[in-house]
């Protein structure tokens, strides 16, 4: 375990058995991917296989988002981490839809602000949807990020182009917990 979010949800690395658990099964869950790319090619096992092979690179950070009784049920991430310009991307992938509404993804995320500010030494952390996302929306706001801006007709979703919305925090805009 890496962090504890609460007596339920802990993070963790995304272990081997991940790989060929519920995990590529989300990719093929509409509802799961409605609003990003990975629902949109098939998934191969050696798809998922290359890409656990490669999370030893230093320019993401993946970590399991995990419950107690139910195991491994999303990821979280920071990614494109560039250690000249201090910033990243941060992302959540919660598969298990039995844990949706459960403020698990706000905690994974707060958790991950800080790990990436307080240990990376990173300076921005920013994030980028599709509008109409409302969920990614809300859970920025609750991170504390502001919206930095919208790139129009950048994202072909459903047939239809639709604006890409940025919010994004500064180290200082995120109080230290750890």
Known sequence: ????????????????????????????????????????????????QNYFNQLNGENQLVWAICHKDDGHIGNISLQLINFINRNADLGVLLGDKRHWGQGVGLKASKALLQHGFYKLNLERIYCSF???????????????????????????????FVDMIRFGILRAECPRTI
């Open 130 to 160: 599709a509008d109409g996302n409302l969920a990614m929306q809300k859970l920025a706001v609750n991170m504390g990020m502001s919206q930095e801006g919208r790139c129009r007709s950048h994202i072909y979703l459903n047939g239809d």
């Open 1 to 48: 375990m890496i962090y504890a979010l609460d007596e339920q949800y802990f993070v963790r690395t995304l272990h081997q058995s991940d790989v060929t658990g519920p995990y590529p099964g989300w990719f093929e869950d509409q509802s799961v991917t409605r609003f990003n790319s990975h629902g949109k090619f098939p998934k191969t096992a050696d798809f998922f």
